[in-house]
C-alpha cells in the first residue's frame, strides 16, 4: 500500500510552509557595529542558495533613524540575483517606494502598528496617518506591478502602552486589505505573546483578510517563538518570517531580541513533515557564516546543535 507523502502532519496543518527569511533586515538593522556592505551581499548571496523564496533585504528608511539600513541601494545592487526569489524592502513613504524601485527592490513593505504609542515611536506618526502616507505607496507599487506586503507590529503587546486588543489588530489588518496588500504579517515585535493569544490574534485577522495570506512575524524575545509558530500553523497559517542565526531585535523596542531563528524553524517544519523547499545544512552555514562576521554567539539552537555535532564528526567547523 502507498503511503501518504506527509504522514505526520497534524490534520488542518498546511503541508507546505513559505518562510520569509528577514535577518539582513530585521535582524541586522539593530546592531550596533557597522556591518560593512560587502557582509550584507555575502549573506543576502548565502541565503539565497538554500531554497528559500523570500529574503527580506534592506529598508529605505531614514539614514538618521536607522544609520545600519542607510546603504539598501548598494546592497540590491550588489547581490545576486536567484531567479524566483522574491527580494524585499521597507518603504515607510514615497520617498523609501522610489528609492526601493530605483535599487531594483521585487516587493515592498509597508509597516505599521495596532498600537499607537508604537506607530508614533517607530514611524513618527498615527496609525491613521500611517495609512495616509501608506496610501500612496500601495497605489504606486500596484501602478509598478510589485508585490505589496503590509506588517503589524504590536500584534502581541506593546512595550510602551502594554496590552493590545485582538480588534485593534482586525482594524489595522482590515486597513491594510484595503490597501490591496497581497500579504499581511502579524508581528509579535517584543515577543510578549503566548500560544492561545496568538490564536484569538490570528482569528481576528483572518476575519479581515485572507488566511493564506497571512504570516506570523515572532521575535523570540520570552521564548514563545516556536510554541506561538505551532499555534499559528494548528489555526491554518502557512507564512512565517524569521531571521537566520535569530539575529536582531528592533531599535524602537528596547530589550527585544531577534526573531525565531530560521533554523529553528526549519528543524521544527521538515520534523512535522511540513514541506519548505529548504535546505537547512546551506542555512546553518549561513548562520555561521554571520554570527561569525558579527563576533556573536549563534542564537540558533538548531544551528548550533547541527555545527557542534558536525565537528565532532570531522574534528573541524568548516
Ligand atoms: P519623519 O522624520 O517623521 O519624516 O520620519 P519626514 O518626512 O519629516 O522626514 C524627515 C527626514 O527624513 C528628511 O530628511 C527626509 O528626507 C528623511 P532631512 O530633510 O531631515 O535631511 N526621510 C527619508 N530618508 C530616506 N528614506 C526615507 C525617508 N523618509 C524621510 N524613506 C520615517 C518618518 C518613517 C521616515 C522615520 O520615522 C523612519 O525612517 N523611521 C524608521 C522606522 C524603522 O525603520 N523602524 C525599524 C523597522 S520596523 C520593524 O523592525 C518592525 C517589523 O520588523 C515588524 C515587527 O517586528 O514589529 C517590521
Ligand atoms: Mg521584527
Not at 51 to 57: F, P, Q
Not at 96 to 121: L, P
Not at 224 to 246: D, R
Not at 250 to 267: K, S, W
Request: with cysteine; glycine share 10%.
Amino acid at each position: 500500500m502507498q503511503r501518504p507523502p506527509f504522514p505526520r502532519i497534524p490534520a488542518g496543518f498546511p503541508t507546505h510552509v513559505k518562510v520569509v527569511e528577514v535577518g539582513p533586515r530585521d535582524g541586522l538593522q539593530n546592531e550596533r557595529q557597522h556591518v560593512p556592505t560587502s557582509i550584507k551581499v555575502d549573506l543576502i548571496n548565502r541565503l539565497g542558495r538554500s531554497g528559500l523564496s523570500a529574503i527580506e533585504s534592506a529598508s529605505f528608511v531614514s539614514p538618521k533613524w536607522v544609520p545600519q539600513m542607510a546603504d539598501g541601494h548598494a546592497v540590491m545592487q550588489n547581490i545576486d540575483r536567484v531567479p524566483g526569489i522574491t527580494y524585499s524592502a521597507l518603504t515607510p513613504n514615497m520617498k523609501g517606494f522610489e528609492g526601493a524601485m530605483q535599487a531594483g527592490v521585487d516587493e515592498v513593505v509597508i509597516f505599521g502598528a495596532a498600537s499607537e504609542a508604537f506607530s508614533n515611536r517607530n514611524i513618527n506618526c498615527s496609525i491613521q496617518e500611517s495609512i495616509q502616507r501608506f496610501e500612496p505607496v500601495a497605489l504606486a507599487a500596484k501602478a509598478a506591478g510589485m508585490r505589496l506586503r503590509a506588517s503589524v507590529s504590536c500584534a502581541l503587546g506593546c512595550p510602551y502602552q502594554g496590552e493590545v486588543r485582538p480588534a485593534a489588530v482586525r482594524d489595522v489588518v482590515a486597513r491594510f486589505a484595503n490597501l490591496g496588500c497581497d500579504e499581511i504579517d502579524i508581528a509579535d515585535t517584543i515577543g510578549v505573546g503566548t500560544p492561545r493569544q496568538v490564536q484569538e490574534v490570528m482569528d481576528a485577522a483572518a476575519s479581515a483578510f485572507r488566511l493564506d495570506r497571512l504570516a506570523g512575524h515572532f521575535h523570540d524575545t520570552y521564548g514563545q517563538a516556536l510554541a506561538n509558530i505551532l499555534a499559528s500553523l494548528e489555526v491554518g497559517v502557512s507564512t512565517f518570517h524569521s531571521s537566520v542565526a535569530g539575529l536582531g531585535g528592533c531599535p524602537y523596542a528596547a530589550g527585544a531580541t531577534g526573531n525565531v531563528a530560521t533554523e529553528d524553524l526549519i528543524y521544527l517544519l521538515h520534523g512535522l513533515g511540513i514541506e519548505t523547499g529548504i535546505k537547512l545544512d546551506t542555512l546553518v552555514e549561513a548562520g555561521a557564516f554571520i554570527s561569525d562576521a558579527l563576533g556573536r554567539p549563534n542564537a540558533s539552537r538548531v544551528g548550533r546543535a547541527l555545527l557542534a555535532k558536525h565537528t565532532n564528526l570531522c574534528g573541524t567547523s568548516d
